[in-house]
Structure formats: structure tokens, C-alpha cells
């Protein structure tokens, strides 16, 4: 598959965010949150995400320019309006809050309405973590998944994501969809031309698919679990919880008011969003060393295949990272290329190079 040079992918990003309308301060910030998932390997994230992002500015759905208003505060908590800003924009502004107050009382807790996509949720959480505080980030979104029992979509595919760090520089990452996959690793499979696997999401005759593209239209992907009898009814709980902590808290829309994200969309979403961080030193000494005993022990634990060693939550991305930034390019599919192409002439700006095809 085609190569691209990490920063030829971020100049890409940047140069059309700024044609679509974004301050330069605000496209290179969307552009760093966009480029983290693809150089970890979450590409559903990343680049693929970008030309909806552009649309959402073209059609006033997104508003780059704007600032967000804090609507009312404690020590520890506050509740912001996003006003419609663009996701990283929005991202920052909570997270550097809930960092903040944090450090200032042991916890900071941020919920906040009128919200756009904002990317990967475990971008946020890490924000936290490198300030040696534990981060938690939520946030809701259109109907994808299908509750237990019923026939139609009413929650989002609603992710969680918590960082905590760990002694020497390691780190428990935890970043999951609420559904057993999220909808954009449905379009990369589109993308790919390669099925999804079975149990990820239900056709238009109420039976699972392994066609991601009946998948994408139906929109009805199963809650992490599956069925009843696997218990699917976990990652229903678990999309309802953050259904709470994000328009529950906020006032945003609830997923099933929440308009379905598409090229051509014309209506805010309004979503809602959470952002939390901790400070561990509140609480026991030793927190780090904990944590980083416990890492150990996983990744030290016998496999069931030699071949494949036990990994700790978020190692996978780390090893991604970092063979990534060790090659110093990203592999996108062919069909992703030719797509940003022909963005690329639609907002005037120059084609990404390819160093491998």
C-alpha cells in the first residue's frame, strides 16, 4: 500500500483545514489530533475522518473560529458551551481546564454541550497522563449501536478512555468503543475492500454481516459483547453511562437526537463530551510503582501462544507508535489516496507526495 512521510501527512491535513476556514493555530491542533491516531494505528481516526471535518466547516455545521464560554464552575468542576468548534479546538480547551483545577484540588471534571466530533478519545485521556494525572474522556455521538432487545440503533458508538501513568515513563491506556467496533473501522474495511468480521454489525434483515458496506448503511452495530447471550447487554450499559456523563451533564442531545454524521450534513450535532483528570497524589504514595507492577506482571504472564506475548492495555498502540515514527511514514490504502485527491483539487491545495505505491 501507499507510504506518506509523517509530516507530508500533517502538512496535508493542516493546508486543508486552513482552506476550509480554520485559523492556522486550530488546523495544525486538529491536524496533531488526527495524525496521533494514524501513527498508532487507529486509522478509522485519522486521516479518514479529515474530509468530513472539511465539510462540517463548508456547510456552518462547524464553526473553526470559535471560542468556547465557561456557563458555570466550582473549584473542581465546570460546564462549558464548545459552541460549535471544531473537535481539537474544543478537546483542548477541556482538558487543559480539568488539568488545571486538578492540580488545584485533586480532581477536575469537565462536561460541556454544543460539541463536534472530536477524534479519538484516547488523545484526551493521554493530554492528563503526561501531566503525571490519571485522564478520563468520554463522548457521544449519532445512533450506531443497537440496544439489547431491540431492532434499531438508538445509542452511539459512545467511546471510554482513561490514561493513568506508571513509573518509568510507562502508562495503562485504555481507549474502546462501547460497540464491539467503531463505525469508522467499518468504513476503513470499505476502504480496503475487506469484509468485517462476523458479530461486528447487523444487516438490513436484522442478522449480522460481514458486508461493511450494508453495514455502514444500516447503521446498526452491535454493543461490545454481541448478543444477549454473550453478554451484549455489558457494552449496552456501558453506551448508557456515557450517554449520562456526556448529555445527562452537559445538556447537550442524546445520541437518538443526534444527527447521523454524513458528507452532506447540514444540522449541528450538538454533542456532549466529558473530560476528567486526577491527581493520584492525593491519594496512597506509591501510585506509580503500583500501577507499574501490576503492567509487568501482565506482560510477564505465560502466553497461550510463544508467538504472541501478553500485552498490557495500550501497548499495542505503543508499538505501532513507535515502529511508525521509526519508519518515519504512515501506510495509508490505495482508495484513501485517490479520495484525497481529488480533495486536494476541490480545496486547491497541493496532492499528498507518495514515497511508496
Known amino acids: 500500500m501507499p507510504e506518506v512521510k509523517i509530516e507530508e501527512a500533517k502538512r496535508f491535513m493542516v493546508e486543508a483545514l486552513r482552506a476550509a476556514g480554520a485559523p492556522l493555530k486550530e488546523a495544525e491542533a486538529h491536524a496533531e489530533l488526527l495524525l496521533h491516531a494514524d501513527v498508532v494505528g487507529h486509522y478509522s481516526h485519522g486521516m479518514n475522518r479529515l474530509e468530513l471535518y472539511l465539510n462540517d466547516m463548508k456547510s456552518a455545521v462547524c464553526d473553526p473560529n470559535a471560542s468556547q464560554v465557561i456557563l458555570k464552575e466550582t473549584a473542581a468542576t465546570a460546564w462549558v458551551d464548545g459552541c460549535r468548534a471544531l473537535g ?10 480539568a488539568i488545571k483545577k486538578a492540580k488545584e484540588c485533586g480532581v477536575g471534571m469537565v462536561a460541556v454541550k454544543n460539541c463536534n466530533h472530536f477524534g479519538m478519545a484516547g488523545y484526551w485521556a493521554l493530554k492528563a497522563e503526561k501531566e ?8 457521544n455521538s449519532s445512533p450506531a449501536m443497537v440496544p439489547t432487545r431491540a431492532k434499531k440503533s438508538a445509542l452511539g458508538t459512545n467511546p471510554i478512555a482513561f490514561a493513568a501513568p506508571a513509573s518509568e515513563g510507562d502508562s495503562l491506556v485504555v481507549d474502546m468503543a462501547t460497540t464491539t467496533a467503531a463505525m469508522g473501522k467499518i468504513e476503513m474495511q470499505i476502504r480496503k475492500g475487506e469484509p468485517i468480521p462476523e458479530g461486528w454489525a447487523l444487516g438490513a434483515d436484522g442478522k449480522t454481516t460481514k458486508d461493511p458496506q450494508e453495514a455502514f448503511n444500516t447503521g446498526r452495530l452491535m454493543p461490545l459483547g454481541g448478543f444477549e447471550s454473550t453478554s451484549g447487554y455489558k457494552g449496552y450499559a456501558l453506551s448508557a453511562m456515557v450517554e449520562v456523563l456526556c448529555s445527562g451533564l452537559s445538556g447537550s442531545n442524546a445520541a437518538h437526537d443526534v444527527p447521523a454524521w454524513t458528507h452532506t450534513q447540514t444540522k449541528a450535532p450538538n454533542l456532549g463530551q466529558c473530560f476528567m483528570a486526577i491527581d493520584p497524589s492525593c491519594f496512597a504514595p506509591g501510585f506509580s510503582d503500583r500501577l507499574g507492577n501490576c503492567l509487568d506482571h501482565w506482560r ?11 500485552l498490557a492495555p495500550g501497548d499495542k498502540e505503543k508499538i505501532n507508535g513507535s515502529e511508525t515514527d521509526e519508519r518515519g511514514t504512515i501506510v495509508y490504502p ?16 497541493t496532492p499528498m507526495e507518495i514515497i511508496n505505491n
Do not use: K
Open 88 to 97: 481539537a479546538t474544543v478537546g483542548n480547551f477541556c482538558m487543559n481546564l
Open 132 to 139: 503525571g494525572l490519571i485522564g478520563m474522556s468520554f463522548t
Open 300 to 310: 510477564e504472564m505465560e502466553p497461550m501462544d510463544p508467538a504472541s506475548p501478553v
Open 334 to 349: 490505495q482508495q484513501q489516496i485517490d479520495s484525497y485527491r481529488i480533495v486536494a483539487d476541490r480545496m486547491g491545495i
